[in-house]
């Protein structure tokens, strides 16, 4: 049981370069989320998505896009990185949305020049 | 609309001495809250749980956390302190009116000087 992993774990662009993060889980759960997280602030909710083939914006979804693939998988997407989004990401699962138990990914390390 | 605040950004504690970690919560419905912790390069793991049953919570590695309502606080708590215990803690609230929403605290980064 791997719980939930992504990939990849460190990444360096360039300003306006593209990029996806990918995130997979494998504990059968419903919803899953996307973070950032930035020094002082917590974590800050992109996207989530409740329940397959639904997404939803979180608080700061302004430059990403994302797609649930599949019930396993939910992939963030950078379309022109700025230095803005120089951040660790992170994913999570959860059975449900809302109040049930988040399970997280290690984070992918970016950094945008 | 609900808010938590980590009334400290950084604790230092000696080895063998207690942990109090605070936490304020904002929320217009019954809330559940959570205290998450982070080790160094490494993602959240759940320490424990509120959802309105026993207001004093047991989660792992020996922490605990009481929901005092009238104080609208969740503060987490350690008899003892461990090198291991060294972390960020992240207090979060998710109100049940409004389900897809999980509002963390900023954290409070945790020492322990042995």
């Known amino acids: 049981n791997a719980g939930v992993t992504q990939t990849p774990k460190f990444q360096v662009l360039k300003t306006g370069q593209s990029m996806t993060l990918q995130c997979a889980q494998d504990?059968?759960?419903?919803?899953m989320y996307w973070y950032r997280q930035d020094p002082g602030m917590g974590l800050r909710l992109i996207y989530y998505s409740a329940s397959e083939g639904t997404t939803d914006k979180g608080e700061v979804p302004n430059g990403y896009n994302v797609s649930r693939l599949n019930k396993r998988e939910f992939s963030l997407r950078l379309e022109s990185a700025a230095p803005s989004q120089t951040s660790v990401y992170f994913c999570?699962?959860?059975?449900?949305?809302?109040?049930?138990?988040?399970?997280f990914g290690p984070g992918t390390r970016l950094t945008v020049t | 609309a609900q808010s938590v605040t980590q009334l400290d950004s950084h604790v230092s504690v000696s080895e063998g001495t207690p942990v109090l970690l605070r936490c304020n919560y904002s929320?217009?419905?019954?809330?559940?809250l959570f205290w998450y912790v982070q080790h160094p390069n490494k993602g959240l793991q759940l320490l424990l749980k509120?959802?309105?049953?026993?207001?004093l919570v047991k989660g792992i590695n020996g922490f605990e956390a009481e929901f005092k309502k009238s104080e609208t606080s969740f503060h987490l708590t350690k008899p003892s302190a461990h090198m291991s215990d060294a972390a960020e803690y992240f207090c979060v609230v998710s109100d049940e009116a409004s389900y897809d929403k999980v509002i963390f605290g900023p954290g409070t980064s945790l020492s322990v000087i042995p």
């Open positions: 999570a699962s959860s059975e449900y949305a809302g109040t049930y138990e988040q399970y």
């Open positions: 504990m059968n759960h419903n919803s």
């Open positions: 509120y959802t309105s049953a026993a207001t």
């Open positions: 929320s217009s419905y019954s809330p559940s």
